[in-house]
């Protein structure tokens, strides 16, 4: 049974970080392509960043470079979102998936992942 696992998620002022994480289970993972996308009340989900499995390479929106990271630890099989510098805009559920890679070489659509997690809320006060 695949499972992805969000936590990390909470309260935090403007100009905070927090680390959220995706604890990844259930199949082996090696072609699989992991994502972070959000969604903010009243608006679509939308992509955040990616990171594959196998080789590491990594992909961010563009209002997302500089302040957000994605990384991954496969002993642990957790993908990491690292956040710094929070804007009350960043506040939304952030949801983790996975996807196979050879499904679709853009790894910002929604289409592209088949598993998803259950959302770990985070709210930015300004």
């Known amino acids: 049974q695949v499972q992805l696992v969000e936590s990390g998620g909470g309260l935090v002022q403007a100009g905070g970080s927090l680390r959220l994480s995706c604890a990844a289970s259930?199949?082996?993972?090696?072609?699989?392509?992991m994502g972070w996308f959000r969604q903010a009340p009243g608006k679509e989900r939308e992509f955040v960043a990616s990171i594959t499995w196998s080789t590491g390479s990594t992909y961010a929106a563009d209002s997302m470079k500089g302040r957000f990271t994605i990384s991954r630890d496969n002993a642990k099989n957790t993908v990491y979102l690292q956040m710094s510098s929070l804007k009350p805009e960043d506040t939304a559920v952030y949801y983790c998936?996975?996807?196979?890679?050879?499904?679709?070489?853009?790894?910002?659509?929604?289409?592209?992942?088949?598993?998803w997690g259950q959302g770990t809320q985070v709210t930015v006060s300004s």
């Open positions: 998936a996975a996807g196979d890679r050879s499904v679709t070489p853009n790894p910002t659509l929604q289409s592209g992942y088949l598993y």
């Open positions: 259930g199949r082996t993972w090696t072609n699989y392509r």
